[in-house]
């Protein structure tokens, strides 16, 4: 079966680091950029980071920068999102996606985990 | 505020036709960026219904359509059935932003 497994997430308070990782199966995994896009509860999606099949190019919104790192590994068939210095702000449902293309060009997320809840609150 | 614009709520009845408008900018959607569309259903991952602008994916039925003209895109649904009771979002990319972007998202009502 084709899908996307997150883990990882929880409560944690402000300041405080978390990782995120992503479990993929029934494709290969390293034909494809992956990427994080967040939803904060009763509001839109957001994009978080992306990074190309062989992490060669990675790409953060400017809302997560210089907080945020995304990492991947292909052997282990998984994604991986490390946030330093959370804020409030960062509470949202994490979703790992799969990108349609195997470099980091505009293009659909063809495939969608069931996403996982970070809540940053003291 | 969200760079793509969308209505945020839409309905019909059973058997009818709607339709979901997504406004961009010379940045993104007017720059020659493709449109994504996806569907959100409470608990479940999101599903992508229509990729560049008027292309379904396997398994999407054939009432669900995209178009795109200038800075706008539209996703119409036909045949409403209250199964297509959902969140929808249109997506692209932003040349300003270096950003995959989205819409802000319309609940579709069937009423």
């Known amino acids: 079966e084709v899908q996307l497994v997150e883990s990882g997430g929880g409560l944690v308070q402000p300041g405080r680091s978390l990782r995120l990782s992503c479990a993929a199966s029934g494709f290969t995994f390293d034909d494809y950029a992956m990427h994080w896009v967040r939803q904060v509860p009763g509001k839109g999606l957001e994009w978080v980071s992306g990074?190309?099949?062989?992490?060669?190019?990675?790409d953060y919104a400017d809302s997560v920068k210089g907080r945020f790192t995304i990492s991947r590994d292909n052997a282990k068939s998984s994604l991986y999102l490390e946030m330093n210095s959370l804020r409030p702000e960062d509470t949202a449902l994490y979703y790992c996606?799969?990108?349609?293309?195997?470099?980091?060009?505009?293009?659909?997320?063809?495939?969608w985990g069931q996403g996982r809840m970070v809540t940053v609150s003291s | 505020q969200s760079v793509l614009t969308q209505p945020p709520s839409v309905s019909g009845a059973p058997g009818q036709r709607v339709t979901i408008s997504c406004t961009g900018s010379s940045s993104n959607v007017g720059a020659g960026y493709d449109v994504h569309w996806y569907q959100l259903l409470p608990g479940t991952a999101p599903k992508l219904l229509i990729y560049a602008n008027t292309n379904r994916p396997s398994g999407v039925p054939d009432r669900f359509s995209g178009s795109k003209s200038g800075t706008s895109a539209s996703l119409a649904i036909t045949g409403l059935q209250a199964e297509d009771e959902a969140d929808f979002y249109c997506q692209s990319y932003d040349s300003s932003l270096s950003a995959w972007v989205f819409g802000g998202g319309t609940k579709l009502t069937v009423l």
């Open positions: 996606a799969k990108l349609h293309s195997a470099t980091m060009i505009p293009d659909a997320f063809d495939m």
């Open positions: 990074i190309s099949w062989d992490s060669t190019y990675i």
